[in-house]
Each structure stands twice: as structure tokens, then as C-alpha cells.
């Protein structure tokens, strides 16, 4: 007999990891994974700061260090933080395995089983199964153009005494590629200070802004230390590195780096010495910078494939930046029946569908398209093929 815990039953498989492994089949054209571009990666340099790193001289990169992270990477992190508006140093950041563990260790530190947490509708799907072994339950907000609707936000606030701590993406939202406006940021964090509840704040897009105006944080309005923000090198640097930071007040900082010590001890010193020497020795804003123009590129190639080959009804977001956009089918249409029947066996194309994004009720009529992997033969033919099959789904 197998004596799993209770909370066993609440760690299901993701059908999003299903879906991945698909990906890897060469045949398969795959707007399915968030991944960032691995020919954008800095190879040269990095592979130069390995070698040097494993010499003699530096065995200390393959020792323990610091379970908070290595104090010069906090700085450093710390440092970049400070100059996008939210003045900290090296003993505000805990360094985490990617963006992914902030959720994890969060979601652990303020949420007891029926906490109410409000995401934004639809949400990161990673997030969820970050916090449901918490057992809480969830309350979401409609999205708009301009992102989370806090006049919607303000009624659930009203109404749900159990709200603990309310998840946004502010920055080219996954899955939607929406940007939250700037006066709803600031409505935000006074909802959150008239309610008492935490905003988690989790930004791994931010920087990968392609036109318009960068906006500020919404730890930048923060005055009281109920923000905590996450952030991560997955989509500026490498995911493969595993690095994310947390921005917290020194108590709450302190417990999360308490509940890592618990859960992996520290990160690698290895990854963690080796993205500081990079941060030291190269320009990481040159570098991402370097990087927009592709990332453009593609996003309007999409957008522009996508006008030419989807029928009327079919609508889609425009990001600013980030790697997703959100189509939407008309009403009675199940993304995940049209691609397991049709789009996968007839055309060999990956979207994930849009049903297992939504903390509460799963509307079947969106897909999540990502535009940031596929060369750009293929990203055309892919949305020709889709928008076909759409068509032909539709009658
Ligand atoms: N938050 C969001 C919104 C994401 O889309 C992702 C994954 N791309 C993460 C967090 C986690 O990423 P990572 O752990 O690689 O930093």
C-alpha cells in the first residue's frame, strides 16, 4: 500500500508538462513552452566564466555557501533592483531556484488551507501548482486590455474576508502578454493596504520590453512591506541557471530563507558565482537589449500571421513585450478537443490550451501562443495551418 500524504492527492500532473514532452519531436511545430530563445543565450561568455571558475584557484564555486545566496550576487541583485525603482540591498534579496521557488516558499509562508488567494483570470498555471498543496481556495479578477480589473478586485475584497494575498503578473502577463497600467498599479497597492491582504508581485518578463513605456513596479509604490516581489535571470540570462530573487522586508525574508534552508539548502554556488561574474565582467542591460529586436520580430510576424490566417471571430491580445499572446475562439469552442483531434494529428502544431489557466472555472475557448522558439518559416506556416483547421472547426 502506498500511505501518501493527503496533500499527495493535490500534486496532479500538469497537462502542460504532457504537452512538452511533445515539443521535442522535431516534427512538431510548438508555440506550446514559454522557453526563451536558446540561440539568444551568451555562450561564449558564459562558457569562458565556467572554465575560468573551475580551476584550482577557485574551488570555493564548488563549495556551500551562503543558504540566502552569494552575497555579492545579492548585491548585484540588489544593485539592479535599486535603479528600477525599488531602493534595497544585498540583506533585502533571497536568492531562489528561478521565480518558480519565490511561489513555492510564499504560498508556504502566508497560506493556511481556505486562504483565499486572488489571481488574475486566466493565470500562470506554475503558480497554481506552486500554491494549491496549501490548500487554498481562489478567487479570480477579469483582465482587460490594461490587465487585472481593480474595480472587480475592490468587490472581491469587499466580500472575502479569507483574502490572504493576492498573485499578479504585471508585466506582459503569462498567459495573456498583458501589461497592467500604471494607475492600476498604485489603485492596487491601496486596495491591499485598505484590505490588509499581501500582493505577490512576479515579474520573469519584465525586461523583455519591445515598445512603449517601461512602467514602474508595484513593490515602486510600496510603502508598508506588504509587496513581495519576485524575480528571476530565466528569460535575461538562462532558465537552465535556476536563478530568481525574492524582494521582501527582512522578516518575511527572513522565514523564506528559514523555509528554503528546508528545502534545498542554498542554490548551486557554481551557477550563482558564475551569473555574478557575468554581471561583473558584461553589460547585462546591453545584452538584453541585444536581444529585443528578435524577440520583436517574431512577436509581430505572429501577430501579423495570425491577421491574415484566422477567420472573424477569432481575437488575439498585442503584447508590448514578454513572449505569449492569448487568442480567444468564439463561445462553445474547446481548444484542447481541437488540438488533441485536429491541430496535433493533422498539421503536427502545439498551443496549449487555455482551460488550465484559470484558478476557478475552465473556459475552453483560448490557447496560449508563444512565439519566441519557432524559426520563422515555420512560425508562419504553424499559424497558416491553425488558422486553417480554426476555420474548418468552425465550419
Ligand atoms: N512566473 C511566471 C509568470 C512564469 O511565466 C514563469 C515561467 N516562465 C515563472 C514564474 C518561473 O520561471 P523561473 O522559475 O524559470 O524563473
Redesign the pocket.
Known sequence: MTAFAARAALVQPSPIREFLSLATNPEIISFGG?YPDASLFPMAQLRAIYADLLTPANAQALQYTASDGLPRLRAQVAERLTRDGMPCGPDDILITQ???QG?DLVAKLFVDRGDVIVTEDPT?I??LIAFNPCEPAYASVPMDEDGLDVDALAEILRTTPQVKLIYT?PDFQ?PTGRTLSLERRQRLVELAEEFDVMILE?T?YRELRYEGTRLPTIKSFDTTGRVIHLG?F?KILA?GLRL?WVLATPEIREKLALLKLAADTQNGTLNMRAASAYLDAHDIDAHIAGMLPAYRRKRDLMLATLSEAMPDGVTWTRPEGGLFTWVTFPDGFDSAAFQRDLLIPRAGVLIVPGATFFAVGHRPNHARLSYSGVPDDRLVAGVRALGALVREALG
Request: hydrophobic residues 25%; charged residues 5%.
Open positions: 514559454g528561478g521565480g518558480q511561489l500562470f506554475g503558480a503578473v503569462n512576479d520573469p528571476s530565466s532558465p530568481g
